[in-house]
């Protein structure tokens, strides 16, 4: 089911809107270049187990939605906006990231290539957890890409926002830096806290850290951002955007998703006042 049969339904939390629709049909009522950043997570075309969306299309099928999803963003998108597009492939469909992303070629510039690395290997230590894969075919798949798409190909970032220290800290004059931070680059350790339970992750098939979203937003760097996600979920975006002092707009076609996202924002709201001493 591609959109719902009822009308659209809006709700605000904070600063914050959640608009429990097809994004398809909200993402145009937004108004045109209004949108700092864009940070989402569509489904994958996997087979994952969503409520209300079939997670099985023919490929041609999936590659022409997300088309139309992304034409739709453009719009709204300011001419120096952000739009952070998360997506994998799978061992037995590897192509489908890079097929969407050449779809996307006249509508975008690919400024950056992030590898969200989810668990990583070094000598005899491993850190971090991936979803196991059977058979002896293929490797596990511990990463996911992040394409960092703009309008221009040329939209200054704030590198430093999350950046890392230095381990050589003679680099820091020698390389002309004025504070011990250096670009993290692209390649993003972001592991997945340990759960025991589909609850714990709020019953949905597949979510991201809120740290991700997190960097996405302090990478671009403006103040009090706008920022949308049209494949909203559990809320982890807004969540982000709550804690990065931005203001969020997601979309999500699922109810139950919805009234997650909204209590799980309200939970981020008292953090903030917690931290700031209000």
């Not at 994998?88 to 890079?98: D, I, N, Q, R, Y």
């Not at 950046?163 to 830096?177: E, L, T």
Request: aromatic share 8%; proline share 5%; hydrophobic share 40%.
């Amino acid at each position: 089911m591609d959109q719902l049969a009822t009308a659209d339904l809006t709700f605000t939390e904070h600063r914050h809107r959640l608009i429990c629709g097809d994004c398809l049909t909200v993402l145009p009522t937004i108004d045109a270049g209004s949108v700092d950043v864009v940070v989402t997570s569509p489904p994958y075309n996997l087979g994952m187990t969503y409520r209300d969306y079939n997670d099985r299309r023919k490929e041609d099928e999936y590659l022409d939605w997300l088309t139309r999803v992304a034409h739709a963003v453009r719009r709204v998108m300011k001419a120096e906006g952000s739009f952070f597009l998360n997506i994998s492939g799978s061992s037995s469909a590897p192509w489908l990231p890079f097929e969407l992303i050449v779809r996307l070629r006249p509508l975008f510039v690919l400024q950056n290539h992030i590898a969200w690395i989810k668990s990583i290997a070094t000598r005899d230590d491993a850190v971090g957890h991936y979803k196991p894969v059977g058979g002896r075919r293929f490797l596990h798949h511990n990463h996911e890409h992040i394409f960092h798409l703009t309008l221009t190909g040329d939209v200054k970032l704030d590198r430093l926002a999350i950046g890392v220290p230095f381990k050589d800290k003679s680099n820091i004059a020698r390389r002309g830096h004025v504070r011990d931070l250096r670009c993290r680059g692209n390649t993003w350790f972001i592991p997945y806290d340990t759960v025991q339970s589909k609850a714990a992750k709020f019953h949905h098939p597949s979510t991201f850290p809120v740290a991700l979203p997190r960097w996405c937003i302090r990478l671009h760097g403006h103040d009090n951002a706008v920022v949308v996600d049209p494949f909203m979920g559990t809320g982890t975006t807004l969540v982000a955007a709550e804690l990065e002092g931005a203001r969020g707009i997601g979309i999500d076609m699922d109810p139950a998703y919805v009234a997650i996202a909204r209590r799980r924002l309200v939970e981020a709201g008292h953090v903030q006042h917690k931290l700031s001493g209000v």
